[in-house]
């Protein structure tokens, strides 16, 4: 069965980093499309980033373009967002999902907060 | 990029009523549609994926429907624990949008 796990969310302060985990089982993630997503408290849910099957093109959202990078750990079957500069606004649930053919998988999440 | 347009914003119905939503893209996205449940404090929960498939564990009053560019979530009675927040989610490429939500409410 493909799962997909998050963890590294934590509590910060303005302007610190982080940096999430989203660790693959079931599938062989370097073979699909990844994405970050999040959701801010009383928010909707918000596309962040997505590094693509093989060729680990990455995108961005306008709102993280610049302080957010994503990547991959073939070797350890796992997803990485590496979040900088972070502001209040950056408090969120982060999720990480994938698209296996037209099945869409989801991880559960992890809490990031951004407070002095 | 791909809009995906929501009704309603909020609704509120009784207990064993038969609850519609709907989404709308901007273009056809042929059957990369997903509803994801919110609920306040909990993490966002998958659904429906492929417009119309049930994910593992989702109770069977929820069905999904449609193809392109429209869709349609419907709880067929609804019960209190669905009291929450729906999104549609288009993903067949980068950047994946979401609606605006449906804020479901019981009476």
């Known amino acids: 069965e493909e799962q997909l796990l998050e963890s590294g969310g934590d509590l910060v302060q303005p302007g610190g980093s982080l940096r999430l985990s989203c660790a693959a089982s079931?599938?062989?993630?370097?073979?699909?499309?990844m994405s970050w997503v999040r959701q801010a408290p009383g928010k909707g849910l918000e596309w962040i980033s997505a590094?693509?099957?093989?060729?680990?093109?990455?995108f961005y959202a306008d709102s993280v373009k610049g302080r957010f990078t994503i990547s991959r750990d073939n070797s350890k079957n796992t997803l990485y967002l590496h979040l900088s500069s972070l502001g209040v606004e950056d408090t969120a649930i982060y999720s990480c999902?994938?698209?296996?053919?037209?099945?869409?998988?989801w991880g559960p999440g992890t809490l990031v907060t951004v407070s002095s | 990029d791909i809009q995906m347009t929501q009704s309603p914003s909020s609704l509120s119905a009784s207990v064993g009523d038969r609850v519609t939503i709907t989404c709308r893209a901007s273009?056809?996205?042929?059957?990369?549609l997903a509803w994801i449940q919110q609920k306040p404090g909990k993490t966002p929960k998958l659904l429906i994926y492929?417009?119309?498939t049930l994910q593992s564990g989702v109770p069977s009053r929820f069905s999904g429907s449609g193809f392109g560019t429209d869709f349609t979530l419907t709880i067929s009675s609804l019960q209190p624990e669905d009291a929450a927040s729906y999104y549609c989610?288009?993903?067949?490429?980068?950047?994946?949008?979401f609606g605006q939500g449906t804020k479901v409410e019981i009476k």
């Open positions: 999902a994938t698209r296996i053919g037209v099945m869409l998988v």
């Open positions: 079931g599938f062989i993630c370097s073979n699909y499309g």
């Open positions: 590094i693509s099957g093989g060729r680990d093109n990455t």
């Open positions: 273009q056809g996205i042929t059957n990369y």
């Open positions: 492929a417009a119309s």
């Open positions: 989610q288009k993903y067949d490429g980068a950047p994946w949008t």
